[in-house]
């Protein structure tokens, strides 16, 4: 019985103390669940920062950017057949003319609309690989100049 009674003490005492020290928990109405927030719009909607060791993010239909290498290398991708690998010099038109990267949303758009980890960390690695192959294509381009240079004059 007193086996009993200290269970049930500790017991009462955990569920006092989980309800007092998760007061900023919210749950709506369609299941949807809010810390720091009484209005989750969202499974889980978090107003304030989270701590964490890790974040795995999975793809569910995105496509993880390959596409530049098949449509670099191959001239075509079966991953993203509407990839287009921009010149530097069509960059750099686009820049001028919008002051931010293409594909890339804009800090208006990012402010009005949020920002997507999954679909930016994918936009990233698609900003990386094409500046890998730029990177490519202009040590290339020195490579050449400097074989240039040390051929003869008279050749």
Known sequence: MQKLALLTIAVLFSVTATAQSFKNITESSNGFIGI?????????????????QEVLVDLDGAVAPDYVFEKYYLGTSTLKNDYQFLSLSEIEKFIKENHHLPNIPSADEIEKNGLSLKEMNLLLLEKIEELT?????QQKQIDQ???QLDKPENE
């Open 36 to 52: 720091g927030t009484k209005n989750p719009d969202a499974l889980l909607t978090v107003k304030g920062s989270i701590h964490t």
């Open 133 to 137: 192959l730029h990177t490519i294509e």
């Open 145 to 147: 100049l400097y074989k």
